[in-house]
């Protein structure tokens, strides 16, 4: 049985316990929205106060003990994610059966985004150049799902031992909010950084911005302002400093090296 395995039934119990008095898909949405918020309000100040009267509109509508099983979901998520990566909220999801097979909703098998993941990375030469030209990888997931693809290529990234806690950054969306805030919560606890968005990345509508904690206390504002400026106006002789501090981003920027240290667990 995979380690997860335990910690997912034990959700999809929490959820079986609660679901007599509410809709199944409703009291999912609203477990993930305020889970999600409740990271972000962690670490990101300037979303913080309409953020935080989300929350409170979205408690106001449960009873007592229904509130008390939203941080029971979150411990049992960090746990699972604890045991090994993967799709958590993807396999919870699926089996809570409230995807929209109408709208075309199917979640990619993980052991796929796997295969997947490998076959992009490759013997990770590439990537290993393109942390030692600029510091860091980019990846784009333009419909993100439960983060499923992203998750898969941490992992491969790590198994070829670079430390994707600090040489990857995902920009990630999906038109789905629920489907948003699933990933932001795997991403903030695997400690990926990226910016999650709500909006459809066919017409460029954006919605919402999602920063993980990897994101804002990486510096990666920064990091990824400074790339941008040397893309645009490479100098003659380049050498690196530490650029301005952005609003979000107030810790130092990460030494452009290619450590490939221990990953940071969740405890």
């Known amino acids: 049985m995979p380690p997860q395995d335990r910690h997912i039934r034990n959700v999809l119990k929490l959820f079986d316990a609660h679901c007599y008095r509410h809709d199944r898909y409703t009291l999912f949405s609203d477990c993930m929205e305020l889970i999600a918020i409740s990271i972000s309000n962690s670490v990101d100040s300037r979303s913080r106060e309409t953020r935080e009267a989300r929350y409170l509109e979205i408690v106001g509508r449960y009873e007592q003990h229904t509130i008390e099983m939203f941080p029971r979901v979150f411990g049992e998520i960090t746990m699972a ?7 958590v909220l993807g396999s919870i ?7 929209n097979k109408n709208r075309g909703q199917f979640f990619t098998p993980y052991p796929v985004c796997q295969m997947m993941a490998q076959v992009t990375l490759g ?11 600029k510091g860091f990888v980019s990846a784009m997931e333009p419909a993100c799902g439960a983060g499923a693809m992203v998750i898969a290529l941490a992992e491969a990234m790590r198994a070829a031992g670079i430390n994707y806690q600090r040489h990857l950054h995902v920009t990630a969306i999906d038109i789905d ?3 948003v805030h699933m990933g932001y919560i795997q991403f ?3 400690h990926i950084p990226a910016h999650v968005i709500v ?14 904690p990897a994101h804002i206390l990486g ?7 400074s790339q941008e400026r040397l ?16 609003t979000h981003d107030k810790q130092a920027q990460e030494p452009r090296t290619r450590t490939v240290g221990e990953q940071l667990t969740l405890f």
């Open 81 to 87: 994610l604890e045991e090994a990566p993967g799709d």
């Open 93 to 99: 999801f699926t089996a809570l059966e409230i995807h």
């Open 123 to 133: 013997d990770a030469k590439d990537a290993l150049a393109l942390i030692d030209d």
């Open 177 to 179: 909010q629920r489907a």
């Open 188 to 190: 903030s606890l695997l």
């Open 199 to 212: 909006g459809n990345s066919l017409s460029n509508e954006v919605r919402e911005h999602w920063f993980t």
């Open 219 to 225: 510096g990666w504002g920064a990091r990824l302002a």
């Open 231 to 246: 893309v645009e106006q490479p100098p003659r002789f380049f050498t690196e400093t530490t650029p301005e501090r952005t």
